[in-house]
Nanobody, 123 residues
Framework: VQLQASGGGLVQTGDFLRLSCVASGRTYSNNALGWFRQAPKKEREFVATISWNGGTTYYAESVKGRFTISRDNAKNTVYLQMNSLKPEDTGVYYC?????????????????WGQGTQVTVSS
């Protein structure tokens, strides 16, 4: 079972990126999915989560209004649209699959993690 994240890159302040995460080996259509990030020398932090059917989303305050999480269960993929990027958004972004149908900001709720994709926002 793998979660493969992609779409990161080096952008300037105000730019946008769209991250994707594809699950292979099994389907997570009954599980919530989430995105977390980790900046250098900082703890991994919650970014966004989406329930199993996409009906409920939840965001960290720092990204609310700028980022949008979505999913396509037919493609076993979760997305993170990131607009109006800021230097403080810099970090490695990880996708994760929850043990449960509803999402959470708690890392303990997640049982599978992707390898991460680097996002760097220059000022």
């Amino acid at each position: 079972v793998q979660l493969q994240a992609s779409g990161g890159g080096l952008v300037q302040t105000g730019d946008f990126l769209r991250l994707s995460c594809v699950a292979s080996g099994r389907t997570y259509s009954n599980n919530a999915l989430g995105w977390f990030r980790q900046a250098p020398k900082k703890e991994r932090e919650f970014v966004a989560t989406i329930s199993w059917n996409g009906g409920t989303t939840y965001y960290a305050e720092s990204v609310k209004g700028r980022f949008t999480i979505s999913r396509d269960n037919a493609k076993n993929t979760v997305y993170l649209q990131m607009n109006s990027l800021k230097p403080e958004d810099t970090g490695v972004y990880y996708c994760a699959a929850s043990r449960y149908a509803s999402g959470s900001s708690d890392t303990e709720h997640y049982r599978a993690w992707g390898q991460g994709t680097q996002v760097t926002v220059s000022s």
